[in-house]
């Protein structure tokens, strides 16, 4: 369980204020999420997924073929963790709701074995993080 106190949230064991800048794409940069609604079905399954593990998504953004989100995560729950949850699990998701990925992915996987992750810090502000996620959108 997790509870807030301000930007500092706590476990039983642990204080702390971890965010971090993840991105992963489609796998063969296939451009499968087109529209607005699947985006936004993307986006509810990786945020139920993440609450479900006591991993927080506060900006998130799914385009055509990636994904980039501001995540947060007590420190017993590592980054490579973080993002081996969310792709392992949306992607058994992903294939019982939408039964025509079957057609670009016949080997089980959705998303690139690799993955792009940055710690907010110093000079590189969540706010700033946040405001890039939103940029990325392709609706401008």
């Given at each position: 369980m997790i509870t807030y106190m301000g930007d500092i949230r706590k476990t039983s064991h642990a204080r702390y204020s971890l965010w971090y800048h993840l991105v992963w794409g489609t796998k063969y940069?296939?451009?499968i999420w087109k529209d607005k609604d699947t985006k936004n079905r993307v986006k509810e399954i990786l945020r139920a997924t993440a609450l479900h593990h006591d991993i927080e998504i506060?900006?998130?953004e799914v385009l055509s073929d990636h994904v980039h989100m501001m995540a947060s995560a007590p420190p017993r729950i590592a980054p490579s963790r973080i993002v081996q949850i969310l792709k392992s699990i949306s992607t058994k998701l992903l294939f019982e709701e939408f039964?025509?990925?079957?057609?670009?992915?016949?080997?089980?996987e959705i998303w690139v074995r690799g993955y792009f992750a940055r710690s907010v810090g110093e000079g590189l502000?969540?706010?700033?993080?946040?405001?890039?996620?939103k940029e990325q959108s392709e609706e401008r």
């Open positions: 940069r296939k451009k506060e900006e998130i039964p025509w990925l079957k057609q670009y992915y016949w080997g089980g502000t969540k706010a700033k993080i946040d405001r890039y996620i």
